[in-house]
């Protein structure tokens, strides 16, 4: 049972352009929301986290949306650059149990140059 | 600071032998967590621990996985009479006092 789900496999964008990943859960229970990304033989590194208090959070090129009527997020880069091509993932917690995080299959950006 | 290590980063071994998976967390994090990924799909939970104590092992197969969190050392995850199907990237992440978990490099188990 996939309670995060990534629906895009893949997404090629223009360098200086917008990128943006979505993310739909299905837990209710889940209240917080990260942002992993993973280059190839290498660990997920931690990108943004937003929690469920709030529906934004922006930290330089990026910046995550929350709408949790709609169990839905969103990673925006802006302005995309070659160097962000990558794995993105999507991961979800439920912080009142054991914090263990719930992963997407993820998306594969590619930032043409 | 070094970050999370795992060690080895990659393992081969034949049908029905032992997997030894080892993974050291970032200096002052106490919290450890094991995760697999098969080709194609996104990471799976397997095991929470801290030190001494499995703190939640919902994500493990029932036979042949085990990990631990010893008081010195390493936590290591282990898999017993390992099977074709195991083969898969073993990701260790660690967590201090947030929620941010951060991960170590994998450990690439391939199963002959």
């Known amino acids: 049972d996939q309670q995060v789900k990534q629906n895009s496999p893949s997404l090629s964008v223009q360098e200086g352009r917008i990128s943006i990943l979505n993310c739909d859960y299905t837990?209710?229970?889940?209240?917080?929301f990260l942002w992993y990304k993973k280059y190839p033989a290498e660990g997920p590194t931690f990108l943004i986290s937003?929690?469920?208090?709030?529906d934004k959070n922006e930290d330089g090129r990026f910046t995550v949306f929350l709408n949790k009527s709609a169990k839905h997020l969103s990673l925006h880069i802006v302005p995309s650059q070659p160097g962000d091509s990558a794995v993105y993932f999507c991961?979800?917690?439920?912080?009142?149990?054991?914090?263990?995080?719930?992963f997407g299959t993820g998306t594969r950006l590619t930032v043409i140059p | 600071n070094a970050g999370v290590m795992q060690n080895p980063r990659h393992l081969v071994r034949r049908r029905g032998q032992e997997a030894r998976l080892r993974c050291s967390p970032m200096?002052?994090?106490?919290?450890v967590y094991w995760y697999r990924q098969l080709p194609e799909e996104g990471l799976k939970f397997m095991v929470y621990?801290?030190?001494?104590?499995?703190?939640?092992e919902s994500g493990m197969p029932k036979e042949r996985f085990s990990a631990e969190f010893p008081k010195e050392g390493p936590s290591i995850l282990r898999i017993q009479q390992v099977v074709r199907g195991d083969s898969a990237a073993y990701f260790c992440?660690?967590?201090?006092?947030?929620?941010?978990?951060?991960f170590g490099p994998g450990t690439r188990l391939t199963v002959l």
């Open positions: 937003i929690s469920s208090i709030k």
């Open positions: 991961a979800a917690s439920a912080t009142t149990g054991a914090n263990n995080l719930f």
């Open positions: 200096k002052g994090h106490s919290h």
């Open positions: 992440a660690s967590s201090g006092a947030g929620n941010e978990q951060f």
């Open positions: 621990l801290q030190k001494e104590n499995i703190i939640d």
């Open positions: 837990n209710s229970m889940f209240d917080y």
